[in-house]
């Protein structure tokens, strides 16, 4: 059964970092487009980051470039998503998300909270 399994989400002070993770399991994990997305508070849900099935692809939301990084180890089936000067509106659940022409996975998603 396909599943991706979120971790690394918290509670962080503005500025501070965390490191999210996302473990795949029962596809073929370096065939899919991996990419982060985030819902805040009564918002829609909204991409941050893309990497494609070669690793040297990746993509940005404005809002987080140059302190998010997207990676991804396709020998351990697991997408990470670095983030670094964490801002209060980047408060939000976070969701990793698979995806293949046909085919799309979700998560269940990862609590961040930046607040002092």
């Known amino acids: 059964q396909e599943k991706l399994v979120e971790s690394g989400g918290g509670l962080v002070q503005p500025g501070g970092s965390l490191r999210l993770s996302c473990a795949a399991s029962?596809?073929?994990?370096?065939?899919?487009?991996m990419r982060w997305f985030r819902q805040p508070p009564g918002k829609e849900r909204e991409l941050v980051a893309a990497?494609?099935?070669?690793?040297?692809?990746?993509n940005y939301a404005d809002s987080v470039k140059g302190r998010f990084t997207i990676s991804r180890d396709n020998a351990k089936n697991t997408v990470h998503l670095q983030m670094n000067s964490l801002k209060p509106e980047d408060t939000a659940n976070y969701y990793c998300?698979?995806?293949?022409?046909?085919?799309?996975?979700w998560g269940q998603g990862t609590q961040v909270t930046v607040s002092s």
């Open positions: 998300n698979a995806v293949r022409p046909g085919d799309e996975y």
């Open positions: 029962g596809f073929t994990f370096r065939t899919y487009v």
């Open positions: 990497i494609g099935s070669t690793v040297s692809n990746t």
